[in-house]
């Protein structure tokens, strides 16, 4: 019963008459295994996975010290002021924020990018839509490609033991295939924006840049990028990258604190302890028999369920739902990438499917209000493409 309470509230995002929301919904479950005397409080620590939690949290602290510095909006510009027509403006929105959600947070560029568009396309006298549609799409694509793309990848990253160098060489093909498939059908589906001869000059807007910061953070970035690929430990490499930038006479510590996503921290805590709570019972074999039923081992298969889980519950709970079922497959390895690239493309098939589009629409909500048919006209396609795409590449790939 607390896995299902939980696991409803993850689903429909709040529990009626309640003001509980996931991450509260996480906590109370997690404190429920224990006052049911599910679990006692050393195997509850146990079960909360360190290298995961470290890992983000390094990460958090980097991309904090790179948003403060102006680091971000910076990149963004310089490609953007280089478009002089309206689907080169399209490219270069689509490109900045695939590749730097590949290196960072995903929800971090939603962030910083969905402004500077709405700034460009007002001043250029553009509609906004395709544009924002773009940032949304190809956050999560490009954050398909690396394990610190997105929080499902890190924690899949952690659970796997995959190297960043091999999940990177196998995955950032379908995520450029995404990318490209993201700009087409855009292009196409929003054609009217873009006429031929069209000519745009986007106007060059003041950013503030510490150049101290930017330059001791990004130094810190590329470090910690390098240790990634040569095989360094993960989560060891972001938290000593991270601690290195909070040594510093020029940022207030909570300036970089107050850029920590707290709640998606503690929000992971409390699956962790609610799962491992189920596996202290039958429910997990259960659960495996159940799922051996529709052949997952299957990939084909394992990407549908993780595609409909993902939206139901969200990528990050259907990860963990998912973990003791991928840990009794044939080929571990295959199905935990299997899993990310499904979990992660799966966030484009509608306006509520990643965390990443929630924030391009509340923050463009003003200027211009995403309907759910707006985004699903362009979002149900490129998913089936590029889930597709990528399980073909998959299987392509086996031995």
């Known amino acids: 019963m607390i896995f299902a309470l939980t696991f409803l509230v993850m689903a429909v995002g709040s529990l009626p008459g309640l003001r509980l929301d996931r991450t509260g919904a996480a906590i109370v479950g997690g404190g429920a295994m224990l006052a049911a005397g599910v679990l006692n409080l050393e195997e509850a620590w146990r079960a909360i996975h360190y290298e995961t939690i470290l890992l983000l ?3 958090m602290i980097v991309v904090a010290n790179l948003r403060i510095a102006g680091f971000f909006p910076v990149v963004a510009q310089w490609f953007v002021r280089r478009a002089h027509a309206p689907q080169t403006l399209l490219a270069a929105v689509v490109f900045v924020t695939a590749v730097l959600s590949a290196m960072f947070v995903n929800d971090t ?13 007002r ?8 544009y924002l549609l773009g940032v949304a799409m190809a956050s999560n694509v490009g954050s398909a490609a690396t394990i610190t793309g997105n929080p499902q990848n890190m924690m899949i990253g952690g659970f796997s033991g995959i190297p960043y160098a091999t999940f990177f060489a196998i995955l950032a093909p379908v995520a450029f295939f995404g990318v490209v498939v993201t700009f087409l059908l855009l292009r196409w589906l929003h054609r009217d924006e873009f006429p031929s001869q069209a000519r745009v000059e986007v106007p060059e ?8 910061l930017l330059g001791k953070s990004l130094t810190a970035a590329m470090v910690l990028f390098g240790a990634l690929f040569v095989g360094a430990p993960i989560a060891v490499s972001a938290m000593v990258a991270g601690a290195a930038l909070l040594i510093t006479r020029r940022v207030h510590p909570e300036e970089v604190y107050a850029q920590i996503d707290w709640p998606l921290l503690v929000l992971f805590c409390g699956l962790f302890v609610v799962l491992a709570g189920v596996e202290k019972t039958s429910l997990d074999e259960e659960l495996f028999a159940f799922a051996a039923t529709f052949h997952l081992e299957k990939l084909p298969t394992l990407s549908l369920a993780s595609l409909i889980l993902s939206n139901l519950v969200s ?6 739902l998912f973990k003791p079922v991928i840990q009794r497959m044939p080929n571990v390895q295959e199905a935990w990438l299997a899993l990310s690239m499904s979990a992660t493309l799966a966030g484009n ?9 929630l924030i391009v629409a509340e923050r463009a909500r003003e200027a211009h209000r995403i309907t759910f048919l707006e985004y699903t006209r362009v979002g149900l396609p490129l998913t089936l493409i590029t889930v597709a795409a990528g399980t073909l590449w998959l299987l392509w790939l086996r031995p």
């Open 123 to 130: 001043s250029l006298g553009r509609r906004p839509l395709p």
């Open 315 to 320: 990528n990050v709970p259907s990860v963990m």
């Open 349 to 357: 098939l509608t306006l509520s499917g990643s965390m990443a589009n």
């Open 57 to 59: 949290f390094g990460m």
């Open 109 to 121: 560029i939603c962030i910083v990018m969905t402004p500077l568009v709405l700034e460009i396309t």
């Open 205 to 212: 807007q003041p950013i503030a840049v510490d150049r101290l």
